[in-house]
Nanobody, 123 residues
Framework: QVQMVESGGGLVQAGGSLRLSCAASGRTFNNCAMGWFRQAPGKEREFVAA????????YYANSVKGRFTISRDNAKNTVYLQMNSLKPEDTAVYYCALKWGTPSMLAHEYDYWGQGTQVTVSS
């Protein structure tokens, strides 16, 4: 059994910042990539960012590049998403995910998912 618990979402004004956290538990996650996806109501889940187990390589969707930063703390089995310069179009439920091996931009390739945390950006 694996649990992914997200936190840090909320309501912010455009231009503001939020830091999302996601802690994985239930087993050891050696050599796992972690990522963030987001989904607005009625829309397809989209890739946001991903990071290798080592943390040395990161990947970002073009829509968030330069504004968001993904990082991880393997001692805590936790992945973070620092979101700066938030825009109303960033409004969505944000999900963290974990997969064995290298990162992917495809949601179906991830093995475990968090419950999601709501991020709402007002204009």
């Amino acid at each position: 059994q694996v649990q992914m618990v997200e936190s840090g979402g909320g309501l912010v004004q455009a231009g503001g910042s939020l830091r999302l956290s996601c802690a994985a538990s239930g087993r050891t996650f050696n050599n796992c990539a972690m990522g963030w996806f987001r989904q607005a109501p009625g829309k397809e889940r989209e890739f946001v960012a991903a990071i290798t187990w080592s943390g040395r390589t990161t990947y970002y969707a073009n829509s968030v590049k330069g504004r968001f930063t993904i990082s991880r703390d393997n001692a805590k089995n936790t992945v973070y998403l620092q979101m700066n310069s938030l825009k109303p179009e960033d409004t969505a439920v944000y999900y963290c995910a974990l997969k064995w091996g290298t990162p992917s931009m495809l949601a179906h390739e991830y093995d475990y998912w968090g419950q999601g945390t709501q991020v709402t950006v007002s204009s």
